[in-house]
């Protein structure tokens, strides 16, 4: 049941007026290499390469800025956490603040802003950047724009379509421990309950909101996996029939109100997993990309024939997926046609995966690449004659 959670006037007051004194950022020396693709001649760019794992974000959050100056990462590096890459300079950002760093970021749709939670509190990083200096100087404003209840887990921050609200999902809250969604309300900070996920369908995060529809957003279940949620109900549904033994993962919002998602009827570990997209309004299911399975086949081989991330450029004409191999395969959508775009980007059965992803103007994909010993963030360039 939808519960909508009460502040006074004064701390409506505080939340509007909650913005600190700006302050800047470490910027650090650019540490990327350019190289093509010795199999698909793609020009491909490594933001980093320094020895420790840096991964990009996850496929459905904003990696790039709105400008596309600035593309956000993940790093475990020391003194790295939440960190950038200056498109146009190649220096590296860190974002920390005196309180500590931040977690579930996501760039916001419009601005030079950064949403990110920080403890258990949602905050609006407003960035100024200069590059006439060296080093390029980056300066942050921090807005607070709520403070969430105490949990155990918080997935990444989702804002919707109208760039009105957030979402966010919490595991651990109450003396049960129920999953809920919450809804932020951007402006004022006031938030609600959206749902609380119990037994039924089961909750597995990956909260984000359609890219089109500034009502729907979905999440994982447990089963069925595809959950949608109308703000206006707050009424879980899955538009989807997935079968008991049938591999449904890894969904993520594309254009005109659809969904991508990946798997087939064989299980694991030696699945089908295609690439298929689904109308959430209708139901209705189409493949773009086909993966394939045969009876006795082991699981690396069958792995580098199957699809396990999919995204969608935001133009609508190209769909993305990796595998377990860190092959990553470009599909046309009207056509269905594919076209390898580099491979090789990770060790089957080791290392984090791509987790592909697409930049703002449909004309990059951002992923993580084991190629040169260890995890690093890699841009590979979709070519113009395509």
């Not at 990327?32 to 760019?45: A, K, Q, Y």
């Not at 990444?156 to 595991?171: F, H, I």
């Not at 309950?193 to 009502?215: E, F, I």
């Not at 890894?250 to 659809?258: K, L, R, T």
Request: charged content about 20%.
């Amino acid at each position: 049941m939808t519960r909508f959670i009460r502040v006074s006037l004064l701390q409506l007051v505080l939340i509007l007026t909650a913005v600190a004194q700006p302050y800047s950022l470490t910027v650090l020396a650019p540490e990327h290499e350019r190289v093509t693709d010795p199999r698909t001649g793609i020009e491909l760019l490594y933001l980093t390469t320094d020895p420790a794992d840096d991964v990009n974000l996850y496929f459905h959050e904003r990696s790039w800025l709105a400008d596309g100056g600035l593309i956000l990462f993940s790093s475990r590096r020391e003194l790295g956490g939440l960190m950038g890459y200056l498109t146009s300079t190649g220096e590296l950002v860190r974002f920390h603040s005196e309180a500590g760093g931040f977690s579930g970021a996501t760039a916001a749709a419009e601005g030079m802003r950064i949403w990110a939670i920080l403890d258990n509190e949602v905050i609006e990083l407003n960035l100024a950047i200069d590059t006439s200096v060296s080093p390029s100087r980056v300066t942050i404003n921090e807005r607070l724009v709520c403070a969430l209840p105490k949990a155990n887990g918080y997935t990444a921050l989702s804002e919707s379509a109208d760039g009105k609200r957030l979402a966010v999902g919490l595991t651990g809250l109450g003396d049960r421990g129920d999953p809920a969604i919450f809804v932020i309300d951007i402006e004022t900070g006031v938030f609600r309950v959206l749902c609380r996920v119990g037994d039924k369908p089961g909750y597995g995060g990956h909260v984000q909101w359609s890219q089109t529809d500034p009502y729907t957003l979905s999440f994982a279940g447990q089963y069925p996996r595809l959950q949608f949620v109308d703000i206006r109900d707050g009424q879980p549904w899955s538009a989807y029939a997935q079968l008991e033994e049938e591999l449904v993962t890894h969904e993520s919002w594309w254009v005109d109100g659809q969904m991508l998602f990946t798997g087939g009827l064989h299980p694991e570990p030696t699945e089908d997993s295609h690439v298929k997209v689904i109308d959430a309004k209708t139901g209705q299911v189409r493949v773009i990309g086909i993966g394939a399975w045969w009876p006795g086949g082991e699981d690396e081989p069958i792995a580098k024939q199957n699809h396990w991330h999919a995204s969608g450029s935001p133009d609508g004409r190209w769909v993305a997926s990796d595998n377990w191999h860190g092959d990553i395969t470009l599909f046309e959508a009207d056509t269905t046609r594919s076209r390898e775009l580099t491979l090789g980007h990770r060790v089957y059965g080791s290392g984090a995966h791509p987790h592909v992803a697409w930049d703002r103007d449909s004309r990059q994909v951002i992923f993580t690449s084991h190629k040169r010993g260890d995890a690093n963030v890699c841009v590979a360039t979709i070519p113009e004659d395509w």
